[in-house]
């Protein structure tokens, strides 16, 4: 009589046993990925999102920490001193010391001139959980800029009803576009701001 093939047993059993090991593997590098990823937090104004694995330019220590530049694109020497001319994400952040700062049209002003020279820009670019305003600037350069404002409202005990500006902008060329548009918007959906007390 013939022996009936156990299931547990020969090729089936090795293929679900190997396919166990390989989702094994892969939750466990997925797992310590997610561990790894640093979150940047600036609990004085108010923001914080996860560290990209991009090059940065930092703020000086010794002074209140406003935000950062993101390097994008190949390593050049002297990038941090020179940022005229690079591809970056760039983030920023103040209390709001004027009254053209405390709307967002103003805000975004700030960054596009007046009368505004910014175009609109593309599609959903937004802070997360706040009302933002954006605009797409092309520069003498030939760089693009975008800039995407929020805002928070005024701070308790502040002795002027003013709030905190932030402000993230991409650089970039016609060339590399699509490309850091595409890292832009994941940045984004990572952005948190909140009134700071």
């Not at 609990?43 to 703020?59: H, I, K, N, V």
Request: glycine share 10%; with cysteine; net charge positive.
């Amino acid at each position: 009589m013939p022996k009936q093939r156990n299931w547990r047993e020969g090729r089936p059993a090795r293929f679900w046993s190997i396919l166990a090991t390989c989702l094994s593997l892969i939750l466990s590098a997925t797992v310590a990925e997610a561990a790894t990823v640093k979150v940047y937090r600036n609990r004085d104004l108010g923001m914080s999102f996860p560290m990209p694995r991009q090059r940065m330019c930092l703020a000086d220590p010794r002074m209140l920490d406003h935000g950062m530049d993101i390097l994008l694109g190949p390593e050049r020497p002297g990038e941090c001193d020179d940022l005229s001319v690079g591809r970056m994400i760039g983030v920023s952040a103040f209390f709001s010391a004027t009254d053209d700062e405390v709307t967002l049209d103003g805000l975004l002003r700030l960054y596009c001139g007046a009368p505004p020279a910014c175009q609109p820009a593309p599609a959903g670019l937004k802070v997360p959980g706040r009302r933002s305003l954006s605009g797409l600037m092309h520069r003498p350069n030939g760089q693009i800029a975008i800039f995407v404002v929020a805002q928070t409202g005024a701070i308790a005990g502040q002795v002027e009803p003013h709030g905190v500006g932030y402000s993230f902008g991409l650089d970039t060329t016609p060339e590399h576009m699509d490309e850091d548009l595409a890292t832009f918007r994941r940045f984004l959906k990572g952005v948190r701001v909140w009134r700071p007390d």
